[in-house]
């Protein structure tokens, strides 16, 4: 049975629990910059139509869309060695933070890739014909046309995956990564459990209000450096 609810117990747990925050903001950044370069060639299938491959993308997104993240942590911690053992490759001694940076990153990728693909699609086909009329070669129409313009349109959307890809890390714990959740499964034992959750949800309440007053700070920088430029013209 737990003790009685102490208010000023919030107080002592928070730096206990924030002594841990770097594991989980590691697991976040790497999951994304992973992600990105994962998620830039999945897409590039679903974008010029490769026949086969466009195929086995579209299954790869539908799967991680519609099954639980917790089951591809499972799946890939339990599954991964499995398969490297069939090509002579033991990894038992790989820690348990790799298989989850890995299972973060292809999550991110598979969503990063429609993100991609839509924005670029937002693009009006006009402005890419135009280029090639003037005699720009693809990778100038792409590089100098498309994506200065996508990257806008994808940036929010990004900015929430990449909040999303935060909450989600909380599951890590699942697999003996000893990051916040984890820490606050141990520190759980004291009997103080609504004491420690809710310390865990202050550091993450403020963490994603960080990260999203970084991304609008951002946004505005790059209006502003718009609206530079075009005055300059």
Not at 15 to 25: A, D, E, F, M, R
Not at 114 to 131: F, K, M, T, W
Not at 149 to 170: E, F, H, M, R, Y
Request: hydrophobic fraction near 50%.
């Amino acid at each position: 049975m737990g003790k009685p609810f102490d208010f000023s117990l919030i107080w002592v747990y928070l730096p206990k629990l924030l002594s841990y925050l770097h594991v989980t903001l590691f697991i976040v950044l790497a999951s994304v910059v992973c992600g990105i370069l994962l998620g830039l060639v999945i897409a590039l299938p679903r974008l010029y139509r490769i026949p086969l491959l466009n195929r086995l993308v579209i299954i790869y997104i539908s799967y991680t869309r519609g099954t639980p993240i917790l089951i591809q942590l499972f799946l890939v911690y339990y599954g991964v060695p499995e398969l490297l053992k069939t090509a002579g490759l033991d990894v038992s001694d790989v820690q348990p933070l790799v298989f989850v940076i890995l299972t973060y990153a292809l999550h991110f990728a598979a969503y990063f890739s429609e993100i991609v693909r839509a924005s670029v699609n937002a693009i009006d086909r006009g402005q890419a014909e135009a280029g090639y009329s003037i005699g720009m070669t693809g990778y100038a129409v792409l590089t100098r046309i498309v994506l200065p313009q996508a990257w806008k349109i994808a940036l929010p959307n990004v900015a929430n995956l990449t909040i999303g890809t935060l909450k989600d890390t909380s599951l890590a714990y699942t697999l003996g990564v000893m990051d916040l959740v984890g820490r606050a499964e141990m520190l759980g034992t004291t009997y103080h459990f609504l004491e420690i959750w809710i310390a865990l949800s202050i550091i993450y309440y403020v963490v994603v209000l960080l990260l999203e007053y970084m991304y609008h700070r951002f946004e505005r920088r790059v209006q502003r450096f718009e609206k530079a430029v075009t005055a300059l013209e």
